[in-house]
């Protein structure tokens, strides 16, 4: 199994401003996954992160609004940029086992938005 | 801490048998119910969620479940299954806090295997 550390837990932000999670995982993965999670809803799939390729972000999701880095195969970064009260969520990294049918989750990130 | 249970790690069931697959959650005030498969090298897609109102929900793929809030439970049935239904069944669990912090917790996931 992969042990995933994510941070910050949680964050309180103005508005305009961005925030950066960290997901750090104990074993080297090849797929990342970059969710979150709005007040009342399902997860929603932000972008798929693999280490040496750009991330590939899903229907209504722009790179400018949420860069992810993925500079090796333990660490990917995602970015809240210009935040507005709409981007409060929770937002969560996980991670595929090494045949890609089990996922492992990070702790998550509860962001509010002021 | 909160935390979510999935008791079985592989259920092994022939096609066209119903199967229940477990899931239990610490106790809290508040709590949104969800249930998410995952097929080889995809990723998460929901199949149900109980937010509030009536206990049994319907999803899709003909999928239900139960939120029991005595015995803090949201077991997953289905009355026949199908090939095309192995996967991985992962229970999450949103802890809704009257103080501003919520939480999003995963079980650890059921293999779910259907026999031909």
């Known amino acids: 199994s992969a042990v995933i550390s994510q941070k910050p837990s949680r964050d309180i932000c103005q508005r305009g401003t961005s925030l950066t999670i960290q997901c750090q995982v104990d074993s080297q993965v090849t797929m990342m996954f970059w969710y979150r999670q709005q007040p009342g809803q399902s997860l929603t799939l932000i972008a798929t992160?693999?280490?040496?390729?750009?991330?590939?972000?899903e229907s209504g999701f722009v790179i400018d609004k949420f860069p992810i880095s993925r500079p090796n195969l333990t660490f990917s970064t995602l970015t809240v940029s210009n935040m507005s009260p709409e981007d409060s969520s929770i937002y969560l990294c996980?991670?595929?086992?090494?045949?890609?049918?089990?996922?492992?989750f990070g702790s998550g990130t509860q962001l509010s938005v002021l | 801490a909160q935390s979510v249970t999935q008791l079985d790690s592989q259920v092994p069931v022939f096609e066209e048998a119903p199967v229940e697959l477990r899931c239990n959650y610490s106790?809290?005030?508040?709590?949104?119910l969800f249930w998410y498969v995952q097929y080889p090298n995809q990723g998460l897609q929901l199949l149900l969620k109980y937010l509030s109102g009536s206990t049994l929900v319907k999803g899709i793929n003909g999928f239900e479940a139960e939120f029991n809030k005595s015995q803090t439970s949201f077991h997953l049935r289905k009355p026949s299954v199908h090939i095309s239904d192995t996967a991985e069944y992962f229970c999450?669990?949103?802890?809704?806090?009257?103080?501003?912090?919520?939480?999003?917790?995963f079980g650890t996931g059921t293999r779910l295997t259907i026999i031909p």
């Open positions: 992160a693999n280490q040496g390729s750009e991330a590939t972000y």
């Open positions: 106790s809290s005030v508040s709590v949104y």
């Open positions: 996980s991670v595929a086992g090494p045949r890609g049918e089990k996922l492992f």
């Open positions: 999450a669990v949103r802890y809704i806090s009257n103080f501003g912090n919520e939480k999003l917790t």
